[in-house]
C-alpha cells in the first residue's frame, strides 16, 4: 500500500488557476498509475485524470480535457493537478489515488489507495 496526501487546494475565482499535489509514501517502488477523482456536494465521485507510471501516458475527462494537466515527478514521489480557467461547477472535494494497471482504467473500484482529499472552491 501507499499512502497519499493531497495539497494545494483552496478558493479562487473563475477563471483563476490552482495546481494540486498528492505526495507518495510507503511502497513508492511500485511503478503505480496515479488518478485523481473529485466529488461535489451531493454528488457522486467521478474520474478527473490519470497518469502512468512513465508520465507519458495521460487521460482526461472529457469537462477538464484543455484546462486541467496532470503530470508527476517520480524523484519526489508526487503527482500534480494543474488546473487552468476554473469554472464554478469545478468546486469539489477532489482525491489522488494509485492503482496498478493501465491509467485508462478508470474504474474507482481498481484504485486501491486514496488520499483524504483537497478542497477547491471556485467562485463565480
Known amino acids: 500500500q501507499v499512502q497519499l496526501v493531497e495539497s494545494g487546494g483552496g478558493l479562487v475565482q473563475a477563471g483563476g488557476s490552482l495546481r494540486l499535489s498528492c505526495a507518495a509514501s510507503?511502497?513508492?517502488?511500485?511503478?503505480?498509475?496515479m488518478g485523481w477523482f473529485r466529488q461535489a456536494p451531493g454528488k457522486e465521485r467521478k474520474f478527473v485524470a490519470t497518469i502512468n507510471w512513465s508520465g507519458a501516458g495521460t487521460y482526461y475527462a472529457d469537462s477538464v480535457k484543455g484546462r486541467f494537466t496532470i503530470s508527476r515527478d517520480n524523484s519526489k514521489n508526487t503527482v500534480y493537478l494543474q488546473m487552468n480557467r476554473l469554472k464554478p461547477e469545478d468546486t469539489a472535494e477532489y482525491y489522488c489515488?494509485?492503482?496498478?494497471?493501465?491509467?485508462?482504467?478508470?474504474?474507482?473500484?481498481?484504485?486501491?489507495?486514496w488520499g483524504q482529499g483537497t478542497q477547491v472552491t471556485v467562485s463565480s
Open positions: 510507503g511502497r513508492t517502488s511500485s511503478r503505480y498509475t
Open positions: 489515488a494509485a492503482r496498478y494497471g493501465s491509467y485508462l482504467d478508470i474504474r474507482e473500484t481498481d484504485f486501491g489507495s
